[in-house]
């Protein structure tokens, strides 16, 4: 399994090269001089002629490209233009306010959508199937900050249950969970929609293969034969689309951080974006296309934990 | 599979009886209906100009003059909302039309060419699919500046990946079926094969993917307007009215809220068109 | 085995039938219709017989075996009428978890398709240990004991080290015999086999016949045996039922059959059947098909395919007619020609 693992790293670098050829020449596309972007209309020559050395922009395209890559592969993603702080450093400062809020929020996801799939499959085109499609057809149509919003407005502005804004940087260990609650049920309730779809049709389609029928054929009950002979075998095209929600996921996360105030990624791009920071963007895009890359290689692993079929060779 | 062509018409009849009893994909098609309508015809429908203001009425909440309140200029929110329907729609539509070109473009050259061309494409496209579809489109839109061309091809690039893979798996089957074989026997170019033969044979996908993929256009769309990089002002987007109202959300609450309300009944409405769509064309979901 | 076991096998070891299917009607929604798919099926299988059922697929015969054990899924399929007697009791009769307590029990099936009719993520010990888990109260331990001790019995080489094996680990015809090591975990009376071997080759096939034909004997089972195929009919069955568009249009002793074919549906199988003894040119396909559910013809279901039709065929229904022997034939017809 580790072998497999390694392997699989490897084989991500070509598909790392050609994201970052991309975010390369994404970067390029900038129409006009980047530094009199960056630096307004205002700027003296002298200081663009800086920025544009200090960015590499002055050297030919090609030297620029090998500068870039070989920067990647050696860990360093510059520094942000605003804060003069290496990228990195940015980033991992926020980043487990982000982590922190996407795990809560794929627990809520698969601890209310699996249970919510699984019984409108079993009770096909009756009202737990109709009442579970809406809801979860529902979660699908909100634009996270549109949800977001209304649960701030009937939450915390109209009910006061729960603070307004997010998690401060202090506090005690039930504030953070406070805080941490509304944003979580926001993005917790999108994703429940995404697995409860998906596993409503994965169940669908497993509930009518041969194996179900023998295993009724042997006497296992009901509730056995759901979850020990359908949901297990629906499980792996389950986990194909939670790791591809992580996009999503992430996306969605971003947009919640700006609703409800919180640190995290989310709130590192807003400002990112506003300052015109493209260091800081180039950085946090790379950093996202190494993630993405590790979760498919993750969501592969997975397979295994739940698919004897597959082999790790 | 067996013939294609004696059963299309029957196949179409039963996937139209399948979407008709569908009482969901009627309720998803009216709303849907009556939204294209009120953008059309904005003019005729405003209650006022959308970007006359009015000094004295500045955030009036909602009121018999004006059902869903007034903004910071004094603006008529309701004429906003329908006249910002006319670029969100407009946005969604374009954006999603140039994706599933391109991508059906894609997919077929990649089920039809297959080897390493397939191989290397789909690995990208995989790619594509699994990074975040809005950073995606925030990055892009944040490096090509905010315009309103800008925003449809940052949407679009994001949409490229799904709707190449709708492509790209009918072309690999079809193109094993005997009438390809026969075409290509006859000599008949692959432009040709591709274009008549086998895309015919597919839109239907493609057109149902539409109008979920559209729905998503539409909320990256606000998304992107929300976060600023949207349409640039006066003009409006649904997204872009909800960040001028978000700031001082809890005093003057109808800004924000009735503009969500709009792109939330249609996606709602596209989903369930397009759910019912799917519904009706896949023989598979439809068997009792 | 407890005592209950061993009484109901002394009553089985009469004459009497062990499972009793009488008048069974089991239907299809089409379109909002109903349909039948089995219609007043009438069928006694005796203690330590091998009955087997034969037909064209399309004629109900699975259906029949789906019904007995009320496996048909669950929207859209029903049984309209009838009874089927197992042990005093009515199965049409009784509740879901009750009918959980006969399958795999005292009644056991194994089905056509060895390649798909397995658990692809359990571990086939574990598939086979399940049935003594739930019906003996076994512990896994010792449940996966007695797994060991079944595959031994279908000769599985090398057991124990298979065990933990996955189906995908298996050939087809190794697979239909852990199916078929399921079945027999929890020592069944009766064996219902849905085309155990059509998927096999026929190397494969004539060896898994020969080990059903074994066990059946060791276990003391009665078996139903459904087939599409005469050939296998012949190796393995007692007696024969033929089935056509979901009713029963000859039966009688596997001797009696081959030796005077009456009605005109399974002479027609006859001269279709491959035979050592003839030339593979002299085979006769059977033109036409079982018609649809949704368009049964009236009268003599066979009427359009069949050669001997008279316009009487499609006036009345024929019955199903006894002989004296035991012989049942539903084709008046041939039995006014034999009468003459």
Same mark, same amino acid.
């Given at each position: 399994?580790?072998?497999?693992?390694?392997?699989?790293?490897?084989?991500?670098?070509?598909?790392?090269?050609?994201?970052?050829?991309?975010?390369?020449?994404?970067?390029?596309?900038?129409?006009?001089?980047?530094?009199?972007?960056?630096?307004?209309?205002?700027?003296?020559?002298?200081?663009?002629?800086?920025?544009?050395?200090?960015?590499?922009?002055?050297?030919?395209?090609?030297?620029?490209?090998?500068?870039?890559?070989?920067?990647?592969?050696?860990?360093?993603?510059?520094?942000?233009?605003?804060?003069? #702080?290496?990228?990195?450093q940015?980033?991992?400062?926020?980043?487990?306010?982000?982590?922190?809020?996407? +795990?809560?929020?794929?627990?809520?996801?698969?601890?209310?959508?699996?249970?919510?799939?699984?019984?409108?499959?079993?009770?096909?085109?009756?009202?737990?199937?109709?009442?579970?499609?809406?809801?979860?057809?529902?979660?699908?149509?909100?634009?996270?900050?549109?949800?977001?919003?209304?649960?701030?407005?009937?939450?915390?502005?109209?009910?006061?249950?729960?603070p307004?804004?997010?998690?401060?940087?202090?506090?005690?260990?039930?504030?953070?969970?406070?805080? $941490?609650?509304?944003?979580?049920? %926001?993005?917790?309730?999108i994703?429940?929609?995404?697995?409860?779809?998906?596993?409503?049709?994965?169940?669908?389609?497993?509930?009518?293969?041969?194996?179900?029928?023998?295993? #009724?054929?042997?006497?296992?009950?009901p509730?056995?034969?759901?979850?020990?002979?359908?949901?297990?075998?629906? +499980?792996?095209?389950?986990?194909?689309?939670?790791?591809?929600?992580?996009?999503?996921?992430?996306?969605?996360?971003?947009?919640?951080?700006?609703?409800? %105030?919180?640190?995290?990624?989310?709130?590192?791009?807003?400002?990112?974006?506003?300052?015109?920071d493209?260091?800081?963007?180039?950085?946090?895009m790379?950093?996202?296309?190494?993630?993405?890359?590790?979760?498919?290689?993750?969501?592969?692993?997975?397979?295994?934990?739940?698919?004897?079929?597959?082999?790790?060779? | 599979?067996?013939?294609?062509?004696?059963?299309?018409?029957?196949?179409?009849?039963?996937?139209?009886?399948?979407?008709?009893?569908?009482?969901l994909?009627?309720?998803?098609?009216?709303?849907?209906?009556?939204?294209?309508?009120?953008?059309?015809?904005?003019?005729?429908?405003?209650?006022?100009?959308?970007?006359?203001?009015?000094?004295?009425?500045?955030?009036?909440? /909602?009121?018999?003059?004006?059902?869903?309140?007034?903004?910071?200029?004094?603006?008529?929110?309701?004429?906003?909302?329908?006249?910002?329907?006319?670029?969100?729609?407009?946005?969604?539509?374009?954006?999603?039309?140039?994706?599933?070109?391109?991508?059906?473009?894609?997919?077929?050259?990649?089920?039809?060419?297959?080897g390493?061309?397939?191989?290397?494409?789909?690995?990208?496209?995989?790619?594509?699919?699994?990074?975040?579809?809005?950073?995606?489109?925030?990055m892009?839109?944040?490096?090509?500046?905010?315009?309103?061309?800008?925003?449809?091809?940052?949407?679009?690039?994001?949409?490229?990946?799904?709707?190449?893979?709708?492509?790209?798996?009918?072309?690999?089957?079809?193109?094993?079926?005997?009438?390809?074989?026969?075409?290509?026997?006859?000599?008949?170019?692959?432009?040709?094969?591709?274009?008549?033969?086998? $895309?015919?044979?597919?839109?239907s996908?493609?057109?149902?993917?539409?109008?979920?993929?559209?729905?998503?256009?539409?909320?990256?769309?606000?998304?992107?307007?929300?976060?600023?990089?949207?349409?640039?002002?006066?003009?409006?987007?649904?997204?872009?009215?909800?960040?001028?109202?978000?700031?001082?959300?809890?005093d003057?609450?109808?800004?924000?809220?009735?503009?969500?309300?709009?792109?939330?009944?249609t996606?709602?409405?596209?989903?369930? +068109?397009g759910?019912?769509?799917?519904?009706?064309?896949?023989?598979?979901?439809? *068997?009792? | 085995?407890d005592?209950?076991?061993?009484?109901?096998?002394?009553?089985?070891?009469?004459?009497? *039938?062990?499972?009793?299917?009488?008048?069974?009607?089991?239907?299809?929604?089409?379109?909002?219709?109903?349909?039948?798919?089995?219609?007043?099926?009438?069928?006694?299988?005796?203690?330590?017989?091998?009955l087997?059922?034969?037909?064209?697929?399309?004629?109900?015969?699975?259906?029949?075996?789906?019904? *007995?054990?009320?496996?048909?899924?669950?929207?859209?399929?029903?049984?309209?009428?009838?009874?089927?007697?197992f042990?005093?009791?009515?199965?049409?009769?009784?509740?879901?978890?009750?009918?959980?307590?006969?399958?795999? %029990?005292a009644?056991?099936?194994?089905?056509?398709?060895?390649?798909?009719?397995? %658990?692809?993520t359990?571990?086939?010990?574990?598939?086979?240990?399940?049935?003594?888990?739930?019906?003996?109260?076994?512990?896994?331990?010792?449940?996966?004991?007695?797994?060991?001790?079944?595959?031994?019995?279908?000769?599985?080489?090398?057991?124990?080290?298979?065990?933990?094996?996955?189906?995908?680990?298996?050939?087809?015809?190794?697979?239909?015999?852990?199916m078929?090591?399921?079945?027999?975990?929890c020592?069944?009376?009766?064996?219902?086999?849905?085309?155990?071997?059509?998927?096999?080759?026929?190397?494969?096939?004539?060896?898994?016949?020969?080990?059903?034909?074994?066990?059946?004997?060791?276990?003391?089972?009665?078996?139903?045996?459904?087939?599409?195929?005469?050939?296998?009919?012949?190796?393995?069955?007692?007696?024969?039922?033929?089935?056509?568009?979901?009713?029963?249009?000859?039966?009688?002793s596997?001797?009696?059959?081959?030796?005077?074919?009456?009605?005109?549906?399974?002479?027609?199988?006859?001269?279709?059947?491959?035979?050592?003894?003839?030339?593979?040119?002299?085979?006769?396909?059977?033109?036409?098909?079982?018609?649809?559910?949704?368009?049964?013809?009236?009268?003599?279901?066979?009427?359009?395919?069949?050669?001997?039709r008279?316009?009487?065929?499609?006036?009345?229904? /024929?019955?199903?007619?006894?002989?004296?022997?035991?012989?049942?034939?539903?084709?008046?017809?041939?039995?006014?020609?034999? *009468?003459?």
């Amino acid at each position: 399994m580790i072998q497999y693992a390694i392997r699989r790293l490897l084989l991500a670098i070509p598909t790392l090269m050609v994201m970052l050829t991309a975010i390369f020449v994404l970067v390029r596309l900038v129409p006009g001089d980047p530094a009199a972007v960056i630096l307004g209309d205002q700027a003296s020559d002298a200081s663009l002629e800086l920025l544009r050395a200090k960015l590499g922009l002055d050297q030919p395209i090609g030297v620029q490209y090998v500068a870039f890559m070989h920067d990647v592969f050696t860990g360093h993603l510059g520094r942000s233009l605003s804060s003069g #702080r290496p990228v990195i450093q940015e980033v991992l400062g926020v980043l487990p306010w982000t982590i922190e809020l996407t +795990l809560a929020a794929i627990v809520i996801g698969v601890l209310l959508g699996l249970p919510l799939g699984v019984v409108a499959a079993v009770r096909r085109n009756r009202w737990p199937d109709y009442a579970s499609r809406l809801v979860s057809l529902l979660g699908l149509s909100f634009p996270a900050f549109v949800s977001g919003i209304l649960l701030l407005i009937v939450f915390a502005v109209e009910l006061g249950w729960l603070p307004v804004l997010g998690s401060g940087d202090a506090g005690s260990l039930g504030d953070r969970l406070r805080g $941490l609650a509304l944003p979580a049920i %926001n993005l917790g309730l999108i994703m429940m929609a995404y697995v409860a779809r998906i596993t409503r049709s994965s169940m669908l389609g497993v509930l009518g293969e041969d194996y179900i029928r023998t295993a #009724r054929a042997k006497g296992v009950r009901p509730f056995r034969l759901i979850m020990r002979h359908a949901l297990r075998n629906a +499980l792996i095209p389950i986990i194909t689309v939670v790791g591809l929600y992580f996009g999503t996921l992430v996306g969605n996360s971003v947009l919640t951080e700006i609703i409800f %105030n919180r640190p995290g990624l989310g709130k590192l791009i807003l400002g990112a974006l506003n300052a015109r920071d493209y260091t800081l963007l180039q950085g946090l895009m790379i950093m996202f296309a190494i993630c993405v890359i590790l979760v498919n290689i993750a969501t592969d692993l997975a397979y295994g934990l739940v698919d004897p079929r597959v082999k790790y060779r | 599979m067996t013939t294609l062509a004696p059963t299309a018409a029957t196949r179409r009849a039963r996937a139209w009886d399948t979407f008709s009893r569908n009482r969901l994909s009627w309720i998803g098609l009216a709303l849907i209906a009556l939204i294209v309508l009120a953008a059309i015809a904005a003019p005729l429908i405003a209650p006022h100009d959308p970007l006359e203001q009015d000094i004295v009425a500045r955030l009036d909440p /909602p009121s018999a003059e004006h059902w869903l309140g007034t903004d910071t200029y004094g603006r008529d929110v309701l004429s906003r909302m329908i006249y910002a329907a006319r670029i969100s729609l407009f946005v969604g539509f374009v954006a999603t039309l140039i994706a599933m070109t391109i991508g059906a473009t894609i997919g077929i050259l990649c089920g039809y060419v297959g080897g390493w061309f397939d191989q290397f494409m789909m690995g990208l496209l995989d790619v594509m699919l699994a990074f975040p579809t809005l950073l995606l489109g925030l990055m892009i839109a944040a490096m090509l500046g905010a315009s309103l061309h800008n925003l449809i091809i940052a949407i679009a690039i994001t949409e490229i990946a799904p709707f190449a893979r709708i492509a790209r798996a009918p072309t690999i089957t079809l193109k094993q079926l005997d009438f390809v074989e026969a075409a290509r026997a006859l000599g008949f170019g692959p432009v040709r094969i591709m274009g008549v033969h086998i $895309l015919p044979n597919m839109i239907s996908d493609v057109v149902v993917m539409g109008s979920l993929w559209m729905a998503s256009a539409i909320r990256t769309e606000a998304a992107l307007s929300f976060i600023g990089l949207g349409v640039p002002p006066p003009a409006a987007t649904w997204g872009s009215m909800i960040r001028e109202g978000f700031d001082n959300i809890l005093d003057t609450w109808w800004l924000s809220v009735f503009p969500s309300l709009a792109i939330l009944a249609t996606v709602l409405a596209l989903n369930l +068109l397009g759910d019912a769509l799917r519904d009706a064309a896949d023989p598979k979901l439809r *068997a009792e | 085995m407890d005592q209950a076991v061993a009484a109901k096998e002394q009553v089985a070891a009469a004459d009497a *039938a062990v499972l009793d299917i009488r008048g069974l009607r089991t239907e299809f929604r089409i379109g909002g219709q109903w349909h039948a798919a089995v219609r007043d099926l009438s069928l006694a299988l005796r203690a330590n017989e091998t009955l087997a059922i034969v037909g064209e697929s399309g004629s109900g015969k699975s259906v029949t075996a789906l019904s *007995a054990l009320r496996l048909l899924p669950s929207a859209g399929a029903r049984i309209a009428a009838g009874a089927v007697m197992f042990d005093g009791r009515d199965l049409t009769k009784l509740s879901e978890a009750e009918m959980s307590d006969v399958r795999g %029990n005292a009644i056991a099936m194994i089905f056509q398709e060895p390649m798909t009719s397995l %658990n692809p993520t359990m571990a086939i010990g574990d598939q086979i240990a399940e049935a003594i888990v739930i019906h003996r109260g076994a512990a896994w331990s010792s449940a996966r004991a007695q797994a060991l001790r079944l595959l031994d019995e279908v000769k599985i080489p090398a057991a124990a080290t298979r065990l933990d094996d996955y189906p995908h680990q298996f050939s087809g015809g190794m697979r239909q015999r852990v199916m078929i090591a399921m079945a027999l975990a929890c020592r069944p009376q009766v064996l219902l086999a849905d085309e155990p071997t059509t998927a096999l080759d026929v190397t494969i096939q004539a060896q898994v016949l020969r080990q059903l034909a074994e066990l059946k004997r060791a276990y003391g089972m009665a078996v139903l045996f459904i087939t599409h195929n005469l050939g296998v009919v012949a190796q393995i069955a007692d007696r024969v039922a033929v089935m056509y568009a979901g009713e029963i249009v000859e039966a009688a002793s596997v001797a009696d059959l081959f030796a005077r074919p009456t009605h005109p549906y399974t002479a027609a199988l006859l001269r279709a059947m491959p035979r050592v003894d003839r030339d593979a040119a002299g085979l006769e396909p059977i033109p036409g098909g079982v018609p649809a559910l949704t368009a049964m013809p009236t009268g003599c279901f066979f009427a359009p395919r069949c050669p001997l039709r008279q316009a009487s065929c499609t006036a009345q229904h /024929p019955e199903l007619l006894r002989f004296p022997n035991g012989h049942e034939v539903r084709c008046p017809v041939v039995l006014a020609e034999a *009468a003459r």
